[in-house]
């Protein structure tokens, strides 16, 4: 199954400023920014990030943190950006984290079946995605959670105690919740800008770059 990209071919508002024009302090960023992202350096909403260095810096720090310092597995933070993007229009986000789904074990059909743009509900989501994950009961709570948390701005105490429940701890929700907001944060910054992606071409045994 082949996946079809659709944010290559924006043509960006702005991309940030020119590296040849950055301060001491964006700079210094920059080459953080780059030595924690080897393989995609300044790419995203980095570039527009840099532009205001008071949010860059703390921005690629909380991004770091929300994709490898939670409990989470791969597999179960990018099926969370993935429903984060579809439910904010961000082609581009979804783009980018398709491959990153890939290789962390999200098959195509699952990526193909999440309901995206206007079609993006608690119940489309719960009725798309969930029968897929029937043997995988940890990842039903999340989308369960995950789903409402971004359609209501919030969950309600019966989705709250069963995800913390299956769960184990506040602190996953924590996670979860810090998740679903930062990539939102990334999603209004492609989106604002229309900032493309790569061209690529993704099929279940095709790795995307991130």
Not at 159 to 173: E, R
Request: some cysteine; charged content about 20%.
């Amino acid at each position: 199954m082949k996946y079809t990209q659709t944010s290559h071919s924006f043509t960006p508002r702005f991309n940030g400023p020119s590296v040849d024009k950055l301060t001491r302090e964006q700079l210094n960023i920059y080459n953080s920014i780059v030595a924690s992202r080897p393989r995609t350096g300044i790419s995203g909403p980095f570039g527009p990030w840099l532009a205001v260095p008071q949010i860059a810096d703390p921005a690629q720090k909380l991004g770091h943190a929300c994709r490898y310092g939670t409990s989470l597995s791969p597999h179960e933070s990018e099926l969370i950006i993935l429903l984060t993007a579809a439910k904010h229009k961000s082609h581009a986000e979804f783009d980018i984290h398709v491959g990153e789904a890939l290789k962390a074990g999200i098959t195509m059909d699952v990526i193909e079946s999440i309901p995206r743009d206007d079609e993006f509900s608690i119940i489309a989501v719960q009725e798309c995605i969930l029968p897929k994950f029937m043997n995988r009961p940890r990842d039903q709570v999340i989308v369960r959670f995950v789903s409402e948390l971004l359609d209501k701005s919030s969950v309600c105490d019966a989705t709250y105690k069963a995800a913390k429940y299956a769960l184990k701890d506040d602190s996953v929700l924590v996670e979860i919740t810090s998740i679903v907001g930062y990539y939102t944060f990334c999603a209004y910054t492609l989106n604002v800008f229309q900032i493309p992606t790569k061209k690529m071409s993704l099929t279940t045994e095709e790795e995307g770059d991130s």
